[in-house]
């Protein structure tokens, strides 16, 4: 017995035609078109957010700023950084 039936493979051939119809007007639009509509699909993919994860998060941004604020934290300068960061890609 075949795994689809003929009406089902139908289906399944018509969806696929119309998703690469779908994918090449898709890519005949303009960049700003097409990022929007590539944003919106990645969104589809992920899923429900965590309810928690703005609170979490703010806590967290709450937590360093006060950290920074009383001396505890461990600060770099940029400039520093990014040149510790060219030095490490560039040696590769």
């Given at each position: 017995?075949?795994?689809?039936q003929d009406s089902?493979?139908?289906?399944?051939?018509?969806?696929?035609?119309?998703?690469?119809?779908?994918?090449?007007?898709?890519?005949?639009?303009?960049?700003?078109?097409?990022?929007?509509?590539?944003?919106?699909?990645?969104?589809?993919?992920?899923?429900?957010?965590?309810?928690?994860?703005?609170?979490?998060?703010?806590?967290?941004?709450?937590?360093?700023?006060?950290?920074?604020?009383?001396?505890?934290?461990?600060?770099?300068?940029?400039?520093?950084?990014?040149?510790?960061?060219?030095?490490?890609?560039?040696?590769?």
């Amino acid at each position: 017995m075949p795994l689809l039936q003929d009406s089902s493979l139908d289906t399944v051939l018509r969806m696929a035609r119309k998703k690469d119809l779908l994918l090449d007007e898709a890519l005949c639009l303009p960049e700003e078109d097409r990022a929007e509509i590539a944003v919106k699909l990645i969104e589809s993919l992920d899923g429900n957010p965590d309810d928690d994860v703005d609170a979490t998060w703010a806590q967290e941004i709450e937590r360093r700023c006060a950290a920074v604020d009383a001396g505890e934290a461990v600060t770099s300068d940029w400039e520093e950084v990014r040149s510790r960061i060219e030095r490490e890609i560039f040696r590769r």
